[in-house]
Nanobody, 126 residues
Framework: QVQLVESGGGLVQAGDSLRLSCVYV??????????MGWFRQAPGQERSFVAA????????NYADSVKGRFTISRDINKNSLYLQMNRLTPEDAAAYYC?????????????????WGQGTQVTVSS
């Protein structure tokens, strides 16, 4: 079993920054050997890829809409995943989900992830 718990969401103004965190707890399947990612879903929209990182943190992958503003990172020793979000815009407002991949790479496909957190809400006022 894998449990992913996100935190760090909140209400901010456009231009502000937020740092999301995800702690994962496993009994069996360790996520240390797998890639991880962040996805987001706004009301009425499908869940979409934001960023991913491979198993050892050496490779990252970003959606075009967040490149240069968001940074994904992980601390394997703390079983944690992070998303630093800078220069937020109202278009970034969504529920953000932490996810564990099927493989070791920085996958950008929703179908490539098998473990999901419950999400943390990010609201950006203009």
């Amino acid at each position: 079993q894998v449990q992913l718990v996100e935190s760090g969401g909140g209400l901010v103004q456009a231009g502000d920054s937020l740092r999301l965190s995800c702690v994962y707890v496993t009994s069996g399947r360790t996520l240390r050997l797998y890639g991880m990612g962040w996805f987001r879903q706004a009301p009425g929209q499908e869940r979409s890829f934001v960023a991913a990182i491979n198993w050892n943190g050496t490779t990252t992958n970003y959606a075009d809409s967040v490149k240069g503003r968001f940074t994904i990172s992980r601390d394997i020793n703390k079983n944690s995943l992070y998303l630093q979000m800078n220069r937020l815009t109202p278009e970034d407002a969504a529920a953000y989900y932490c996810a564990g991949s099927r493989g070791a790479g920085a996958d950008n496909r929703t179908a490539g992830f098998v473990s999901w957190g419950q999400g943390t809400q990010v609201t950006v006022s203009s």
